[in-house]
């Protein structure tokens, strides 16, 4: 008796269309007729098809003249040399519109046809960009079901999210009340087997008008098997259809989403009752699709590239704690908790000349002695990881729910130097969308028995309970330990002296405020000095003898210069990686003062109030002090800029040893969980995303206010901001 898995059906060579389509097949090079359905009878002017073979279309120009005449078959050697790339017309025939579609696959010209179909319900936007102003991936879905309900408008839409095993998941949805929900239910492989998967890449929209509707065969000369891959009208699979009859759905549509050349998963549509979509929305759809699919792109890429900079953080400060310590091991234990949070482990072991160091949740001493043995026999890569530790090996070594999910690392597998990170079992549950099992049922064809997989013929909620799992070792999780491995390759005793002194001449170039470097000072002199040569020029010109036109003339060059000095001692300051800043008594007055003039016709708010109460001395260095109040100012007239009455209050007072500055505005606030992340570089808070900014000035004010011997704080509420400048008395 055979046996036949789904994956096995050859669901690309059906042997028949569905009925609302047409299909005439045609040689590529010759154009003689090579196949064609059945159907072609009803809408061509032909008595028998059978005298269609080995002739070509023009032999009958009664029969096909719409065809003949179309501008697709007029250049078709020119519109078919792409494979499997559609070209769409409209065509009459028997005075009925019909779509006319042709692509070239392998050595056959298909041409399709289907009627024509307005919808007069259809409402969709012309906004095409709005999937890529959401940050929020499941309203990226949402929002796209949204849109596509106005064009397709099935009584169930779905996003269906295919799973690392081929199984899938259910994660958006837009259904009539009346039908039960599908939402977070799981389906098994088998539901989309692996070439069916594989067709839903090469051929990304699919339609099944009416599941019950008869098909129509295709009749090629000596019987050849045609290849439906790319067909519009491809019939469906007896398996598949009599799944979608089990759902209780007559009509299903489908769009391929497609992320990085990648099947990620499906827009699935099923209707009650037979419904056809007409092949302009359906392409439309896939315009849709395609844009939200981009838009999750881009937001997946930006979430990665933010982790990617917090992991490199991470790191960067892990390894300044781990360059203290003589010897790796001594790095590992005094950092032993920042090294089991980073993969997001629940416990970690160091293993190291046989000591034994634990943080966390782990295993007994002796579990952990059996895993490394098992590892030294059994892992060949120096990261290994695994889930289901637990399930798979439990027995073998004696583990408990502790060691669920392992994760090794070998730092040198000869000297037995390892690491062991662990998880805990996670108790899992997964909600199917009925009973995954695959049913066999036995068909007998040509005489012969053979085991198919049966469809499901129920979709109630089936709940597994899974155990011996922990929860999945995501890409980050790899990303997290991999950065751990590098960060002890190069930290390692082996070449800890080389590294210490590149460290220590890195920790001094930091702390010449590198965030002003050679580049920038370079590339924006070269602007200021044709700004100040024609500014000069234009000054010479005048010949009104306006004395307020001079004045402001002379005022911007004033400014000019002002900038050029400024840069020349960042320059100066980058350049000297060892010199000493010039710490003397400075009145801030002026500074403020003028800075404030300056800011509030950068950001044309003439509007907004400063008030400039006391102003005592400090002892700093006079470019950076410009700085620290340039970037503080700025953003305290910047961010209260679009309040009714846009007010900053700035004053300072003595007190022992230091002198306090408090620069306070009546903005938009610092939320409270933003609070981490305010003073590092290229961060900008989230309700600070309509306000032109990059997030380098805050960074400037810290590493300045640090090198100055001060300190920066701030105070926040919704009202507004307060920061808190303190500075070492004169």
């Known amino acids: 008796m055979n046996f036949v898995e789904c994956h096995e059906e050859p669901i690309h060579i059906p042997g028949y269309i569905q009925s609302f389509g047409y299909l005439i097949g045609i040689d590529a090079k010759s154009h003689s007729i090579a196949f064609f359905s059945k159907n072609i009878e009803d809408i061509f002017n032909i008595e028998n098809a059978n005298m269609l073979f080995d002739k070509k279309l023009t032999d009958f120009p009664e029969s096909f003249k719409s065809i003949i005449d179309s501008d697709i078959y007029n250049s078709l050697a020119d519109f078919t040399k792409r494979e499997n790339e559609t070209y769409f017309d409209k065509i009459f025939i028997g005075g009925i519109e019909y779509h006319f579609s042709v692509f070239r696959s392998k050595d056959k010209i298909f041409l399709e046809f289907e009627k024509v179909l307005l919808n007069p319900n259809k409402r969709i936007s012309n906004k095409y960009d709005n999937f890529y102003i959401i940050d929020d991936e499941q309203e990226i879905w949402d929002q796209l079901l949204n849109t596509l309900s106005k064009i397709v408008n099935y009584d169930r839409m779905m996003v269906y999210k295919f799973m690392m095993d081929g199984s899938g998941k259910v994660i958006a949805e837009k259904r009539d009340e009346n039908i039960e929900s599908y939402l977070g239910l799981h389906y098994p492989e088998s539901d989309i087997p692996k070439q069916a998967r594989e067709l839903y890449l090469k051929k990304r929209k699919r339609i099944f008008s009416n599941v019950h509707s008869e098909t129509v065969p295709i009749f090629s000369k000596s019987d050849e098997t045609i290849d439906l891959t790319y067909s519009g009208s491809r019939g469906m699979s007896p398996i598949h259809g009599q799944y979608i009859k089990n ?68 790191c960067s400060r892990l390894k300044e704690e781990f360059l203290k310590y003589n010897n790796l091991f001594d790095s590992l234990i005094e950092n032993k908790s920042e090294i089991k949070e980073l993969p997001e482990a629940d416990g970690l072991a160091i293993i190291a000349d046989e000591k034994i160091v634990t943080e966390g949740e782990t295993p007994d001493y002796n579990v952990i002695e059996k895993l490394a043995q098992w590892a030294h026999q059994n892992i060949d890569e120096n990261i290994y990881l695994s889930r289901s530790f637990l399930k798979d090996h439990g027995k073998e070594i004696g583990l408990d729910e502790k060691c ?68 999945r070792w995501n890409s980050r999780n790899v990303a997290a330990l991999q950065a751990v491995r590098d960060l002890i390759l190069e ?119 400063v008030v400039i109460n006391d102003c005592p001395d400090v002892l700093a260095d006079k470019t950076m002090l410009h700085q620290v109040f340039l970037n503080i100012i700025n953003n305290a007239i910047k961010y209260s800029s679009h309040q009714e009455k846009p007010k900053v209050i700035i004053g300072g007072t003595e007190e022992e040893d230091t002198v306090v500055y408090r620069i306070t505005d009546n903005g938009i606030g610092i939320p409270e969980e933003n609070k981490h992340k305010m003073f590092k570089i290229f961060n900008r808070m989230d309700n600070a995303k309509k306000f032109k900014g990059n997030g380098v000035g805050l960074s400037i004010v810290h590493r300045i206010m640090q090198r100055l011997g001060g300190n920066v704080d701030y105070e926040s509420s919704k009202n507004g901001t307060t920061f808190i400048l303190t500075f070492k008395k004169p």
């Open 247 to 314: 759902s209780g759905a007559s009509s299903s549509f489908s769009v391929s989403i497609i992320i990085d050349d990648y099947l990620w998963g499906l827009v699935t549509c099923q209707n009650s009752e037979p419904k056809h979509i007409d092949l302009e929305d359906r392409v439309q759809a896939g315009i849709f699709t395609a844009l939200a699919s981009n838009a999750y792109s881009s937001f997946r890429s930006k979430k990665e590239l933010d982790y990617r900079l917090y992991l490199n953080e991470k």
């Open 404 to 471: 669920a999910g392992v994760a090794f690392y070998f730092i040198e597998k000869s000297k037995n130097n390892l690491l062991i990170w662990f998880r805990k079992e996670f108790d899992e549950h997964i909600d199917w969308a009925g009973n995954p099992e695959k049913k066999i049922d036995v068909i007998v064809k040509n005489g012969e028995q053979t085991q198919v997989v049966s469809p499901r013929t129920s979709f109630q909620i089936f709940t597994e309970d899974i155990k011996g799992n922990s929860k």
């Open 491 to 609: 930290t390692s005793h082996k070449n800890y002296i080389t590294i210490k002194r590149l460290n220590d001449e890195l920790k001094k170039v930091n702390e010449e405020l590198d965030s002003f470097s050679y580049t920038i000072s370079h590339d924006l002199g070269t602007p200021l000095t044709v700004m100040k040569l024609n500014a000069q020029m234009l000054l010479k010109s005048l010949t009104d003898g306006s004395d307020k036109s001079r004045n402001k003339i002379n005022s911007i060059i004033e400014e000019i210069d002002n900038m050029a000095e400024m840069m020349h001692d960042v320059l100066q300051l980058s350049r000297a990686k060892h010199s000493e800043i010039e710490l003397e008594r400075l009145q801030t007055e002026q500074t403020i003062a003028k800075i404030s003039e300056n800011a509030k016709i950068t950001f044309d708010t003439s509007e907004s109030e």
